[in-house]
């Protein structure tokens, strides 16, 4: 290494030494100094503490007997002495702890402290802080400070404070707050006129409706003050009687006794009730309350009320029903003129006595204590009994019972209505009689149809076979008229036996009940698609699924089969359509059947469901088809209807149950 690296290197290392003597010298110092200042520290603590012990001493027995909590901090907020109810508040477990007031501030609050601080610094005191701490036990809390700063000769050295736990009167009080706004916009908004007046007749508060009722121009809040003293003979016009409102007025006040439903009439018609209510508070008058209902409706009401009372009492008193009512023992309470008239009995024979004892059986008892349960349950129905009049006359009786209640709603027994259907049922039991006779006849007759159809197709066929054997003995010899002639007759006894057929197959209709199923009247109609004669120039379309329905599969089909052949055979178009489409209505559903036929004219629509009113009168049609249609709609409890134009078309309607 060469001389000068070497000069160097020893000139760093003096320059090093050099420093570190420096701050070696400098720590020291600072060593000194901070002994110097712990010195002070302890000092300053020993007397504050000697302070305090000297002020503990003074002040011993107001610290032990003070109920708020009181607490001693230095002036950076350690807590240096405190008593049991500022352990409790604060969450500690006794009050010897090592802790800094300034951890238990709310965060959103430490703003507030500082400026706080240094108002207290500046004044010597702070009054009436409130401040949200968490506690050392993690409660939030709302506490209410008064604090002041400790001299010693003049110099502060620390600061003392109560304070107390006001958490739950702020909730309190915010909850009173909330409620009176409740009560405010209650009575702004009540339909009653309020209005408040302390002991001076100054108003203290009222509402929209007393502004409304007495037809003050301003707000409820603009009156607030207002002198009530001439009130009233400024608003006696707005009354019927003017001077007595007034009078009245004065007499309440000069009484103070509270006056509940005084009635006034209005100019304008309206009729109010007034309420007084004088306040008193440890027995000094305080002011008073007035209340003002619009009760013009009611009154009129009461008066309709009254009426229809009066009404509905002589139609109950006249009327042809028998009226009863009884209790919930079955005891009469009121009969009326009616049904003295249906029994023979007289009303002091009625009342008091048990209604089920008078009248019925043992059987029908029964029944008329089953329906007596069923009142006091608040159910309402109707009832068929047996029974006796005075007499012992058996009558029947169509009863309408319904429970009785009173003002509160229990039930006290049930008014009964009484219907005298002795006659009606005399009258359904020889309708049942008829029904099975007209039963017995209708079978009869279905069977002589078919007896009669056989009896009168074999003449038919045997003049068929006489005509078809003349033909063909005489073919020679026959002219063209003649066989014209024999022509005619053969289409005759064809018609003939169409019309037999037809006519039985309408009798029969509705004669024979199939059990009801479920048809898909998709299938159905695929089905008649390939039996059915469809010329090539119609085509058959369905515009929308068809549903599933319940019914006889027989006559549905025989239903379509007859619209969609009628359809057919009066198509005069070169392109023929048939369009089958169903409406799902809510109970039913409607089905259409359109064509671009010849149409049906107006005056013709009624009569085309009638049997043999057949509207062309080609040689396959006898007039019955579509009297068929309407037999099975009828019997499916559905509609039947058309709408159609001459030489455009017509539509056939029909409804079928769900």
């Known amino acids: 290494m060469s001389q000068d690296k070497i000069d160097m290197l020893q000139r760093a290392l003096a320059r090093e030494k050099a420093a570190r003597k420096q701050a070696e010298k400098i720590l020291e110092n600072k060593a000194a100094e901070l002994y110097e200042a712990k010195q002070k520290l302890e000092k300053s603590y020993t007397e504050l503490e000697a302070l305090l012990n000297r002020k503990d001493s003074e002040l011993q027995g107001v610290f032990e007997n003070i109920v708020d909590a009181y607490v001693i901090m230095d002036l950076w907020g350690k807590i240096l002495k405190m008593n049991d109810a500022a352990v409790s508040l604060l969450g500690f477990q006794d009050s010897k702890v090592d802790f800094n ?18 108002s207290l610094m500046k004044n010597g005191t702070i009054t009436d802080f409130h401040l949200n701490i968490i506690s050392q036990d993690k409660a939030q809390k709302l506490v209410h400070i008064n604090a002041s700063v400790i001299y010693d000769n003049g110099q502060p050295v620390a600061a003392q404070g109560i304070v107390r736990d006001i958490t739950e009167v702020k909730a309190a009080e915010e909850k009173l707050i909330e409620s009176e706004n409740r009560l405010a916009t209650l009575i702004l908004n009540l339909d009653s006129g309020v209005l408040l007046e302390d002991e001076n007749r100054k108003i203290v508060l009222t509402n929209n409706k007393f502004c409304e009722l007495f037809q003050v121009p301003v707000s409820p809040e603009q009156l607030k003050g207002a002198d009530c003293s001439t009130a009233a003979e400024q608003n006696k016009i707005l009354f019927k009687e003017p001077q007595f409102f007034v009078d009245r007025i004065n007499t309440i006040l000069k009484e103070k006794k509270q006056v509940v439903g005084d009635e006034l009439e209005m100019s304008n018609g309206k ?41 509905y009492s002589s139609i109950i008193a006249n009327m042809n029903l028998g009226l009863m009512e009884v209790d919930n023992d079955d005891r009469i309470l009121m009969v009326n003129q009616s049904f003295l008239d249906i029994t023979g009995y007289k009303e002091d024979e009625l009342v008091g006595k048990i209604a089920r004892n008078v009248f019925l ?55 009964g209505i009484h219907l005298d ?8 039991a020889q309708k049942e009689r008829l029904l099975e006779k007209l039963e017995k006849s209708n079978n009869e007759l279905q069977e002589y149809a078919h007896i009669v159809s056989h009896d009168l197709k074999s003449p038919l066929r045997s003049i068929d076979a006489l005509v078809n054997w003349i033909k063909d003995d005489n073919k020679d010899r026959l002219d063209e008229v003649s066989l014209q002639n024999f022509n005619l007759i053969e289409t005759t006894l064809e018609k003939m036996e169409q019309l037999i057929s037809d006519v039985l197959m309408y009798s029969s209709v509705g004669a024979e009940t ?14 008649l698609k390939t039996i059915l004669f469809v010329p090539d120039h119609v085509s058959i379309s369905v515009l929308n699924p068809l549903p599933k329905v319940k019914g006889e599969k027989v006559k549905l089909q025989q239903l379509f089969q007859n619209l969609i ?36 004219e107006e005056k013709f629509h009624e009569k085309i469901f009638k049997i043999f009113h057949a509207l062309n009168k080609s040689k396959d049609s006898t007039g019955i088809g579509l009297s068929i249609v309407k037999k099975i709609v009828d019997l499916h409890e559905g509609q039947i209807w058309l709408e159609s134009k001459p030489n455009e078309g017509t539509t056939f309607f029909f409804t079928l149950k769900k």
Not at 105 to 118: C, G, L
Not at 280 to 305: F, M, Q
């Open 361 to 415: 059986d043992r059987d029908n008892s029964e029944i008329l204590s089953k329906e007596n349960f069923k009142r006091k349950k608040g159910l309402s129905n109707s009832y068929e009994v047996k029974g006796y009049t005075k007499t012992g006359e058996e009558r029947y009786w169509l009863i309408s019972g319904a429970p009785n209640y009173n003002l509160n709603g229990e039930v006290t027994g049930s008014i």
């Open 271 to 311: 009729i109010l009730l007034r309420d007084y209510i004088p306040i008193y508070e440890n027995d000094n008058y305080k002011g008073h309350l007035w209340a003002y209902k619009d009760v013009t409706l009611r009154r009129k009401y009461r008066k309709s009320l009254e009426a229809q009372k009066q009404k």
């Open 514 to 527: 199939l059990e009801r199923e479920t048809v898909d009247l998709d299938v159905l109609i695929s089905d």
């Open 421 to 428: 259907i002795t006659d009606l049922k005399s009258l359904q």
């Open 565 to 600: 052949s009628n359809a057919i055979k009066f198509i005069d178009k070169d392109v023929g359509l048939v369009e089958i489409d169903v409406k799902d209505k809510v109970t039913d559903y409607e089905f259409s059947i359109k064509d671009n036929g010849i149409g049906i």
């Open 101 to 118: 007031l300034l951890e238990m501030v709310h965060p959103d609050e430490m703003e507030r402290v500082a400026e706080s601080f240094q």
